[in-house]
């Protein structure tokens, strides 16, 4: 199976450190999703998407709004990438008791119909001690309606430059066990749910079975 793992920012350093903080937690979880899943006889990809490599246009146009011969190529590969996954993790700071704007900004740039009937997978970071949790609760939501519900399970990581290092390993003196019990705690359950949902997927359509709106949100409306 295909993953995502979106970075949730656009930032090209960090204080108190001068590497992106985002980053490193995304390679975390890059490599604890590769040490955890692609040791054994099945294979899964993981990508990372960041927001960096995506350059949007100023004024916010998302994918479905342009014609198929306009849409900006960068634009249209993301959009395959995202339609082709089969789960998702979101790594996200916090703002203002709320998710990174970069990430739902990037998001919404999509229609829903490309995350749907698919899991995803909250982790926050912060560079102080909440570890961005705060932020997971409107995650929640934005998720939810994007239709890549979230599992029960989330990652939060306070002082995560105290944690790992620019590479995304766990610096000197860190129990690499227990991280990776943490994180396996959230990552086993997207992977139950991507398994689950992918076989299903298989065998029933779920747009050909669930009405969908395909030209206007007012198909949702009752009258």
């Not at 916010?60 to 306009?70: D, I, M």
């Not at 939501?141 to 995560?160: D, I, N, Y």
């Not at 991280?179 to 065998?203: E, I, N, P, S």
Request: hydrophobic content about 40%; aromatic content about 10%.
């Amino acid at each position: 199976m295909k993953f995502l793992v979106f970075l949730g920012s656009v930032r090209n350093s960090t204080p108190p450190r001068p590497a992106r903080l985002g980053e490193r937690v995304a390679l975390a979880c890059l490599q604890q999703l590769q040490a955890r899943f692609n040791a054994h006889a099945e294979e899964h990809s993981f990508e990372l998407i960041d927001p960096l490599d995506y350059p949007l246009e100023p004024v916010f146009k998302p994918h479905f709004a342009y014609s198929k011969r306009q849409v900006p190529p960068l634009l249209d590969a993301l959009a395959e990438k995202i339609r082709s996954a089969d789960g998702y993790v979101m790594v996200s700071p916090e703002y203002n008791h709320s998710m990174s704007p970069a990430l739902a900004n990037l998001l919404n740039h999509f229609g829903s119909s490309l995350f749907s009937y698919k899991p995803s997978a909250i982790v926050t970071y912060s560079a102080g001690q909440w570890g961005g949790m705060r932020a997971a609760v409107g995650m929640r939501t934005f998720l939810s309606e994007l239709g890549c519900l979230p599992v029960s399970a989330m990652v939060h990581l306070p002082k995560a430059q105290e944690v790992f290092a620019e590479d995304g390993s766990l610096m000197a003196g860190e129990d690499s066990e227990r991280w990776q019990d943490y994180f396996g705690r959230t990552f086993d359950q997207l992977m139950w749910w991507a398994d689950a949902t992918h076989k299903q997927r298989q065998q029933v359509d779920p747009n050909s079975q669930i009405g969908v709106f395909s030209r206007s949100p007012s198909e949702r409306n009752i009258l």
